[in-house]
């Protein structure tokens, strides 16, 4: 997982004059591939230690990086105004020889390349407060502009030397040569792509995370409640559900407890146990939320999805009394329990079952997946809206099986295998293309792994077909299945287990946007599929997490336990996802992780939103960050 080079860009005085030229995509990725090209393993960062932005406002005074930079339009007023105040005390020779000087010194605060240039990345050392400059320059600007020197910085070493011209120009110079001011900005050994998501030769994007949460057993699900809170809910594999608020604090108390109810195991690798949760899309006034775990009646195991309220007295408790069972499928083996639950954006409940377990799904004539008339290896879809009175849910009108009387009249598509993880595209924030797509990680049997999108009436193909090969040559062999095939599939030398991911459309990472990402359980490799929306194809690459300086930042790590469990959006819809070390029900080595891609981010405060006030009644537990950059991944 750890291949390849950081790729970034710098160019020549005059290029970066028109940087306003060069942005040149719809996507807003900036594109130097005409002028530079040699890799090197470097990595741009603002001084606020994150990547660089376009401003949302034009800037009027450090107009070379209008386009491209590190400061939004307030900062570049600030910037001005020290400007002017430096300037207001040189007469017109004074001004003629150092308004340039002064400029651009200041300015570099707003470079991409400021971390560099003021040495910020180094946390034994203190910010530079004049960027680290190439000796000739310095040289020029000593002999023209020393008085501006006691202005520009308030560095008591710098006071003490800035008389000597040597000690002054050795004192400014920085460690890292390839980074002073001006030479990097022609420095061919800076490449190209500044702004694009980083990868290396064979494509692999290079991303870094942010820790979340950790000491979860088994975390399988975050959701949020769309509620505008902001809260995030993390479900074990044991039956409970924890609430985080925004700052990361944890609750003391859970916000649902049912692991007396929950059938599992210690045993790494059980399918057991408390698998999904959501929220319906009005639970911000009927307080209604759904779960699918396992349970054991009498000699038998099921999957049993519930229904349960908030209580009254306490908005990050259930009431586990409202509990009510809205549907129970008795599970013929230990494995293949599927486990997802969503509302699409039809407003109707989605719930994904497994194909019963065992090899082959050997149940009946063809399998259950392919069986209609059983609720197993389905996508069900179910009304639960004003559900108080009468029956527990109803059968939407336009189920495409309704009127077939060999069928469950639930069965929204069929053929799966045991599709672990779905998601619903939220679309374009622009366009809102892609908007209401559901796309699911279907577990392979012995050979292949497969991405779908789910269409209603649908056939899947299991046990038909695995992946894009046949597996059950004499029912591959039957033109009337008019099957699905994935929109990607790999085979087992890359990973065992799939698990589905979410298409990326929050606001603080632009780069991002339309990607992808789901990862496999087993390898722990983390993957991306973007869409040719011209020819409808689906182009994979691999995820990586950077090297060199790409994450060495504060905050950011470069590492994550091997066993990719789950992805998450949270409600502004930035991107996570769920691991652990040790893959049992009840070990607590489970982390979330956020996605960061430390190429570009959104403007400032252009992703900022007001969470609505979290009336707590439990103790908060603050959050204590347990990674490190120095760890290494097991992957």
Sequence with gaps: MYRGRQMVSVCSPHQTNVLGQLWLSSTGILYFWALCFAPVMLHPQCLDFKPPYRPLRELEFCVMYKEFGCCDYPKDQELMTKYYRIMDNFDYYGYANCAGFVLELLCQECSPYAAHLFDAEDPSTPVRTIPG??????????????PTIPLLSDDPHIAKVK?????LCQYLELDDVDYCYPHLLSNQKLTQNLGRV???????????????????????AMVHANDGTHRFFVAEQVGLVWTYLPDRSKLERPFLNITQAVLTSSWEGDERGFLGLTFHPKFKY??????????????????????????????????????RVIL?????????????????????????????????DPFGKYGNAQNKSALLGKVLRIDVDDNERGPLYRIPPDNPFIRDRGARPEVYAYGVRNMWRCSVDRGDPRTKEGKGRIFCGDVGQNKFEEIDIIEKGRNYGWRAKEGFSCYDKKLCANSS?????????????????VTGGYVYRGCEYPNLNGIYMFGDFMSGRLMSLREDTNTGQWKYNEICMGTGL?????????????????????????????????????????????????????????????????????NLIKFDPQESESLSKTV
């Design 163 to 167: 008389e000597d011209q040597t000690h």
């Design 198 to 220: 980083q990868s290396d030769s064979d494509g692999c994007l290079q991303l870094c995370l942010e820790e979340v949460a950790n000491g979860l057993r088994n975390p399988l």
């Design 550 to 618: 790409t994450c060495a930042f504060p905050g950011l790590i470069n590492n994550y336990h091997q066993y990719v469990i789950s992805f998450a959006e949270d409600e502004a819809g930035e991107l996570y996802f769920m691991s652990t070390g040790i893959p049992s029900a009840t070990s607590p080595s489970g982390v979330v992780y956020k996605v960061v891609d430390p190429s570009r981010r959104a403007p400032p405060r252009q992703c900022h939103y007001d969470p609505l006030p979290v009336r707590v009644k439990s």
């Design 481 to 497: 299945l008019e099957d699905v095939l994935p929109i990607y599939a790999y085979p087992h030398r890359m990973g065992k287990s």
């Design 328 to 360: 129970e499928i008795d599970e013929p083996a230990s494995n293949h329990n599927g486990g997802q639950l969503l509302f699409a954006d039809d407003g109707y409940l989605y719930i994904f079952t497994g194909d019963g377990g065992m090899a082959g």
């Design 286 to 323: 009927n307080k209604k939320l759904y779960v699918y775990y396992s349970v054991e009646v009498g000699f038998d195991e099921r999957i049993r999805i519930s229904e349960f309220h908030v209580s009254a007295n306490d908005m990050n408790v259930v009431d586990h009394a409202s509990e």
């Design 133 to 146: 400059l190439c000796p000739d320059y310095c040289s020029q600007f000593w002999k023209k502009c020393s």
